[in-house]
């Protein structure tokens, strides 16, 4: 009896420690999460993949938002989209803020919200190291000059006048333009310019500074609350010092920011991020060391490839039905489902895929459908290229002779049964070279969706060729990966053309 009345004991204090640490560890609020956009193929030294993890997001940006979610007890976690995006991915409530580089500016505060700034600097301007005679604004004009797209750098050329301004998604890319003699000069932010272009020997920072640039956090304008909250967490790590060590790190501080925070006193500060970087652009890259590169790329990039042969695959189902239903409804249906059908297929046909996947992502939400990135991304590709495959059927349905369908209802078969069992049939292996062709460009617009915050093998290739500026080697690579993609459909494809193609030299030979 003692025994069984001390087991029962034993039962039930295990039981009350268990509820006990159970509603201890419940009782500890979780960490709220601060969701920030940026586009990680923007470069450094704003937000780009570690060299030495590609898994790893570094950057002056990455540290400043993560000290002010830090200092607000919350934990940051980063939301990829691309730069022109980000402020429209805000209206999708997609990420809480962005923080890329972002400059304030009136138009943009119209729509917008933006913190107190975090980070000011100015225009810089760069030329070939043999280039002379280009120093200020004014010996711009007449010449070729890259900037990037949407930038302060770009309306102060424009306003200038007389300048062949070439503006650039990527920063990288006008860079590599000045250096192939393709632009006479590039101006655009300091800090881009001093990353970009500071480690290459072929080029040269001249001129001084231009302009006035002020980056701020952007957020919507119903966030009041989350505003003020990031104000006073970045007057906190500007008086701590703690801003200052962030930008000293990645050798970014500068006058401006000395006068923005009152602060020019000497720092010792190591510009321990900023060399790091340095060195590595600096080094010479043997075989080895590629291919061990090459071989640390393959998770990221077996990543992007599942989520380009998923959208390949599914946005290709979603065509065929399209395809087929609306076919059906253009061919054999009275009006106005048949005149509903040709606008269809005229009105996809005849506008922009990147519009259409725009105006899914974006502008649906503004009325109350809103639907995932990789939803969006299938049903943007599947309706355009369904408008294609009607097209293809209806050229299939054609190719067979009239008089089969007249014969097949004089026998007692429905339209239906006659085109389930007779023109359908027939009219596939007509469509089946088309429907191929179709998949392999499929495959290739799915890099689309990337601009809609889906990473797919380009986005992937574009994040490791802007990190290491390995453009040939990446690109060879990437390449080769769609082309071992579609290669097994273009083989499914021919077996398939085999098997319901006629061979009419057999039927000859009988």
């Known amino acids: ?22 509603s201890s560890l419940s009782a500890q609020p979780r960490k709220k999460i601060l969701r920030y956009g940026a586009d990680a193929t923007s470069g450094a030294p704003y937000v780009f993949q570690d060299p030495k993890n590609m898994k790893h997001l570094i950057g002056f940006e990455v540290d400043i938002i993560n000290e002010i979610a830090k200092d607000l007890g919350w934990k940051a976690r980063h939301v990829q989209n691309e730069w022109d995006g980000l402020i429209p991915g805000l209206d999708r409530n997609d990420y809480d803020v962005a923080i890329n580089g972002i400059e304030i500016t009136e138009d943009r505060m119209e729509a917008v919200n933006f913190s107190i700034p975090y980070y000011m600097t100015y225009e810089q301007l760069v030329v070939r190291r043999d280039q002379e005679g280009i120093g ?14 949407g930038s302060l750098a770009e309306r102060i050329l424009k306003a200038k006048g007389g300048i062949d301004v070439r503006p650039y998604d ?3 890319n006008s860079y590599k333009d000045l250096e192939y003699g393709r632009l006479d000069a590039v101006l655009i932010d300091e800090p881009v310019a001093k990353y970009y272009a500071g480690w290459n020997p072929s080029l040269k920072l001249t001129g001084q500074p231009i302009g006035e640039v002020t980056y701020g956090i952007v957020l919507k304008k119903s966030d009041t609350l989350l505003l003020a909250q990031i104000n006073k967490s970045i007057n906190r790590i500007k008086k701590s010092g703690k801003l ?24 010792n500060i190591p510009h321990t991020y900023f060399n790091e970087y340095m060195e590595s652009q600096g080094k010479k890259t043997t075989f080895m060391v590629l291919l061990k590169r090459y071989i640390g790329f393959m998770p990221m990039i077996g990543e992007g490839t599942l989520v380009t042969i998923g959208i390949s695959i599914l946005a290709m189902l979603v065509a065929v039905t399209v395809g087929l239903f609306v076919v059906l409804l253009r061919v054999y249906s009275p009006q106005p489902f048949s005149g509903l059908a040709v606008m269809f297929i005229e009105g996809i046909r005849g506008t922009p895929l990147l519009i259409q996947l ?9 009325v109350g459908v809103k639907i995932s990135p990789f939803v969006a991304g299938v049903i943007g590709l599947g309706l355009n290229y369904g408008a294609y495959e009607a ?19 004089s026998l007692g078969m429905t339209r239906n049964q006659a085109l389930r069992h007779i023109i359908l049939p027939q009219a596939i292996r007509f469509v089946i070279p088309p429907m191929t062709n179709d998949f392999i460009s499929l495959l ?11 990473v797919e093998l380009t986005k992937v290739y574009q994040q490791i060729s802007n990190t290491y500026f390995d453009f040939i080697g990446t690109g060879l690579l990437i390449a080769g990966i ?7 459909f273009v083989k499914l494809a021919k077996l398939a053309e085999r098997k319901f193609t006629v061979d009419k030299r057999k039927i000859i030979k009988r």
Do not use: C
Not at 358 to 366: K, M, V
Not at 391 to 409: K, L, P
């Open 358 to 366: 725009y105006f899914i992502f974006y502008a649906l939400p503004s």
């Open 444 to 454: 290739k617009d799915s890099s689309l969706v990337s601009v809609i915050t889906m």
């Open 244 to 267: 200052r060590e962030i930008l000293e790190s990645w050798n970014m501080w500068n006058f401006m920011m000395a006068g923005y925070i009152d602060d020019h006193k000497e720092s």
């Open 391 to 409: 097209e293809n059927y209806r050229a299939g349905i054609f190719s067979v002779q009239r008089g089969q369908m007249e014969a097949a209802i």
């Open 136 to 149: 200020t604004l004014s010996d711009l004009v007449g010449k070729a000059v890259g900037t990037l797209d």
């Open 482 to 488: 769609y082309l071992l993609i579609g290669l097994p």
């Open 170 to 172: 990527e920063e990288s």
């Open 1 to 22: 009896m003692f025994e069984f009345d001390k087991n029962i004991f034993k039962q039930l204090l295990v039981i009350t420690l268990i509820i006990i640490l159970s």
